[in-house]
């Protein structure tokens, strides 16, 4: 979505619609593959994963969900890109589980890039924002970013077992095992 190529996705359970950071652009893409929009969740604040929110939370009449740490995102436009603002109707508190219908969904907290950013797991795959991609990291750069925290969260993530499948906020989806190799390299 966007000159950002960000991805918004939409997960389909027990035929509700669940949508997952609706960037630039998105609302129209949304209305037209969403049969029965049931929350927006947001992996982190950026205004590129969240710059629809407003628009659609108002044409379906549903809630977002957002990292307790990064509402004042949505809120405030810190960025001035002129954001359409939104109001998480959750703040969705660090390693939160929360269910959607029948659904267990988990906010898994891994700060760096801004300082709610989550990874959404959905059974066993990850919608990780920008926090992993495929061979790289999100930046811990940006004003609210924080590197030592990109640090922690690297080494979480990599001592945790098993396989997810990775559904970045840009690029191509990949897995943790995939990516073990690559994180290790960004450690210290």
Not at 47 to 60: A, I, T, Y
Not at 154 to 164: Q, R
Not at 172 to 184: F, G, I, Q, V
Request: proline fraction near 5%; include cysteine; aromatic fraction near 10%.
């Amino acid at each position: 979505m966007g000159d950002y190529m960000t991805n918004c996705y939409i997960v389909t359970i027990d035929d509700k619609d669940i949508i997952i950071d609706p960037g630039i652009g998105a609302t129209s893409w949304v209305i037209e593959n969403c049969k029965n929009p049931a929350v927006i969740l947001n992996t982190h604040g950026h205004f590129d994963h969240v710059w629809s929110n407003s628009e659609l939370k108002q044409r379906l009449n549903i809630p977002i969900y957002c990292p307790v740490d990064d509402c004042f995102m949505l809120e405030n436009d810190p960025f001035e890109y002129g954001t359409p603002r939104s109001k998480a109707n959750l703040k969705v508190s660090n390693d939160e589980a929360i269910n959607i219908g029948n659904q267990e969904v988990i906010f898994h907290h891994f700060p760096g890039h801004t300082p709610g950013c989550s990874a959404i797991q959905i059974q066993n795959h990850l919608f990780c924002g920008d926090f992993i991609f495929e061979n790289s990291i999100g930046r811990s750069d940006f004003p609210f970013s924080n590197s030592q925290d990109m640090q922690k969260s690297i080494k979480k993530i990599l001592s945790w077992s098993g396989d997810f499948v990775l559904h970045p906020g840009h690029g191509n989806d990949t897995t943790l095992n995939k990516e073990r190799s690559s994180l290790k390299s960004w450690l210290d």
